[in-house]
């Protein structure tokens, strides 16, 4: 079922699954950031959520003041969810907020009982989160029918800045 409630995100729901597919749908625009992730913290209470699929590719850089903000407010709250599987679905490139992740799981690790994945793209993670159940090609069907198909790696590569390879050598 896709939800339309929380603004700024898209995200689906498979009760069967108990999963939550989650990607950001604002573009570069975060001032609704905090008011959206304590939604999406409800929805996830409410529907008792054992396996969310978060797509950080969909994400603008998150402000050091929301990283302490999902620090204290955000991550309490998800470690009550009886989740058992986080996928985070990140590319290599990202390196802002993957390291913001990082600093994150660091912060909780101890306190985490759920496994965490991280793939480069959603499609991976969601296909390990159905985990042989027969329910992903459904789900992308549902989610493309709405949202469109997921664009190729080559398309999101497109969109982010080149990295810094250093100086070439010539000998």
Not at 62 to 85: A, C, F, H, K
Request: proline letters at 8%; charged letters at 15%; hydrophobic letters at 45%.
């Amino acid at each position: 079922m896709i939800i339309t409630s929380i603004p700024n995100f898209a995200v689906q729901y498979d009760q069967d699954l108990g999963l939550l597919r989650v990607e950001w749908s604002s573009g570069q625009d975060m001032r609704t950031f905090r008011t959206g992730t304590g939604q999406l913290l409800a929805l996830a209470k409410e529907v008792k959520a054992r396996a969310i699929m978060l797509n950080m590719n969909s994400f603008p850089d998150i402000s050091v003041y929301d990283q302490v903000w999902l620090s204290t407010n955000w991550m309490p709250g998800l470690l009550e969810l009886p989740l058992e599987r986080l996928v985070l679905a990140i590319n290599r490139c990202r390196v802002h907020n993957q390291l913001a992740i990082d600093a994150l799981l660091a912060l909780f690790g101890p306190r985490i009982r759920f496994d965490i994945q991280f793939f480069l793209t959603a499609a991976p993670g969601l296909h390990w989160l159905c985990d042989g159940s027969g329910r992903l090609p459904a789900l992308l069907a549902e989610w493309n029918a709405v949202h469109g198909p997921t664009p190729p790696m080559e398309a999101l590569l497109a969109d982010l800045p080149p990295t810094y390879a250093g100086p070439s050598l010539s000998i």
